[in-house]
């Protein structure tokens, strides 16, 4: 899951908008509260969506101070800040009504040691953006990862299989009221806010409606706001990044018995349940003994190809022996591409399955075990 941490830049974006694309005058002060040796600040302009930098102007703090004044139109500005030590930034969104903003760059204590942090105040966008990701950290910091680290020290001490179920079915469930909340964020608190596009990279790719609301209300509410047709388009490279009514995703791994195994060796006769486990998961592994019994009812009309997605082949190598898996059972390791395969079906979760049709397409996502049977029958 994404986290706040992988926001953290070394840089300063600043987004300014208006309702219109006149240039707009801002005021930015900044103060600097921590030790630095010959520090500059730079302003540039980002051109979108290709992030090229344009500089603007650059100023040398006269002590502690500095500041920019100057007129932007509407866009994306970065403000880059160096010492002799290294850079800082924060993400700082402007709605064009305050007409000043604030930074402060200060001195903070991480594992890794001292570094510079860049603080932002006056702008309404950057809160509610700044809010949707502490959102995401505290489901994470204070849910997701603890209970990751249960479900690793479970599987380490042989825990009993009840235990893994009851840690696994937290473990889905923190990951689910999160996206939930952050997806009601979106929908319900940020409205058609510049924001919005920041947070997308983080959406779920088969979250369809959430992605077609999204567009639907700045296509009606901006529709010659420059922004639009960025969100749009961020919006539909989402979707095509989903895998469903899409053809499957060809690869080569590694059975069980040690033969080589290519989908597209199976594909067009049957069809074919895609299957992502792994040894821990104990919700996946409850299935096990329902699918042996489709498995050899439809095995005329069904193959199913399972992708363990454990770190640790002996895992998966013991795991594989205990369920006696009668169909391909494969262990997800990297290929040619140097990728893995649940990457490129983009799962996130487990359990998580894909069904393929006989022509190749990927007809559903998470398909349940009793709609399989009624669609087989």
Same mark, same amino acid.
């Given at each position: 899951?994404?986290?706040?941490?992988?926001?953290?830049?070394?840089?300063?974006?600043?987004?300014?908008?208006?309702?219109?694309?006149?240039?707009?005058?801002?005021?930015?002060?900044?103060?600097?509260?921590?030790?630095?040796?010959?520090?500059?600040?730079?302003? @540039?302009?980002?051109?979108?969506?290709?992030?090229?930098?344009?500089?603007?102007?650059?100023?040398?703090?006269?002590?502690?101070?500095?500041?920019?004044?100057?007129?932007?139109?509407?866009?994306?500005?970065?403000?880059?800040?160096?010492?002799?030590?290294?850079?800082?930034?924060?993400?700082?969104?402007?709605?064009?009504?305050?007409?000043?903003?604030?930074?402060?760059?200060?001195?903070?204590?991480?594992?890794?040691?001292?570094?510079?942090?860049?603080?932002?105040?006056?702008?309404?966008?950057?809160?509610?953006?700044?809010?949707?990701?502490?959102?995401?950290?505290?489901?994470?910091?204070?849910?997701?990862?603890?209970?990751?680290?249960?479900?690793?020290?479970?599987?380490?001490?042989?825990?009993?299989?009840?235990?893994?179920?009851?840690?696994?079915?937290?473990?889905?469930?923190?990951?689910?009221?999160?996206?939930?909340?952050?997806?009601?964020?979106?929908?319900?608190?940020?409205?058609?806010?510049?924001?919005?596009?920041?947070?997308?990279?983080?959406?779920?790719?088969?979250?369809?409606?959430?992605?077609?609301?999204?567009?639907?209300?700045?296509?009606?509410?901006?529709?010659?706001?420059?922004?639009?047709?960025?969100?749009?388009?961020?919006?539909?490279?989402?979707?095509?990044?989903?895998?469903?009514?899409?053809?499957?995703?060809?690869?080569?791994?590694?059975?069980?018995?040690?033969?080589?195994?290519?989908?597209?060796?199976?594909?067009?006769?049957?069809?074919?349940?895609?299957?992502?486990?792994?040894?821990?998961?104990?919700?996946?592994?409850?299935?096990?003994?329902?699918?042996?019994?489709?498995?050899?009812?439809?095995?005329?009309?069904?193959?199913?190809?399972?992708?363990?997605?454990?770190?640790?082949?002996?895992?998966?190598?013991?795991?594989?022996?205990?369920?006696?898996?009668?169909?391909? @059972?494969?262990?997800?390791?990297?290929?040619?591409? @140097?990728?893995?395969?649940?990457?490129?079906?983009?799962?996130?979760?487990?359990?998580?399955?894909?069904?393929?049709?006989?022509?190749?397409?990927?007809?559903?996502?998470?398909?349940?075990?009793?709609?399989?049977?009624?669609?087989?029958?």
């Amino acid at each position: 899951m994404c986290s706040i941490k992988n926001y953290v830049q070394s840089f300063i974006i600043i987004l300014l908008f208006t309702a219109g694309g006149h240039a707009q005058k801002l005021h930015i002060e900044g103060v600097i509260n921590a030790e630095a040796e010959n520090p500059i600040v730079y302003l @540039n302009k980002q051109e979108l969506p290709s992030r090229k930098m344009i500089p603007l102007d650059s100023v040398r703090p006269v002590g502690r101070q500095f500041s920019f004044k100057i007129k932007l139109e509407a866009g994306y500005y970065q403000i880059k800040y160096h010492d002799d030590e290294r850079g800082a930034g924060a993400l700082l969104l402007h709605d064009g009504i305050n007409n000043q903003v604030k930074v402060s760059i200060d001195t903070v204590r991480l594992s890794m040691g001292l570094i510079k942090r860049v603080n932002i105040s006056g702008s309404t966008e950057n809160d509610r953006l700044k809010d949707y990701f502490e959102l995401s950290a505290h489901y994470y910091r204070g849910f997701i990862a603890p209970t990751t680290k249960r479900v690793q020290k479970a599987i380490t001490d042989g825990a009993e299989p009840a235990v893994l179920d009851s840690l696994n079915d937290a473990l889905k469930y923190y990951q689910s009221k999160q996206r939930q909340e952050l997806d009601s964020v979106v929908l319900n608190v940020m409205g058609t806010s510049m924001a919005i596009y920041q947070t997308m990279p983080t959406w779920d790719k088969s979250n369809f409606d959430l992605i077609d609301t999204v567009i639907k209300r700045f296509e009606e509410q901006k529709p010659g706001h420059f922004i639009t047709p960025l969100i749009v388009a961020r919006g539909i490279d989402l979707k095509s990044k989903s895998v469903i009514d899409k053809d499957f995703i060809d690869f080569t791994l590694t059975a069980y018995d040690g033969d080589e195994f290519v989908l597209s060796e199976v594909q067009g006769k049957k069809y074919v349940l895609l299957d992502f486990w792994a040894s821990w998961c104990g919700p996946c592994i409850r299935k096990f003994p329902s699918m042996k019994k489709i498995y050899e009812k439809y095995s005329d009309k069904l193959e199913i190809v399972s992708v363990s997605t454990d770190t640790r082949k002996e895992r998966w190598e013991k795991a594989s022996e205990k369920f006696s898996l009668p169909w391909i @059972n494969l262990l997800d390791e990297k290929q040619a591409n @140097n990728k893995k395969v649940f990457s490129q079906y983009g799962v996130r979760a487990l359990p998580t399955n894909f069904l393929i049709d006989a022509d190749g397409n990927i007809i559903s996502k998470d398909i349940t075990l009793i709609d399989l049977e009624d669609l087989l029958n």
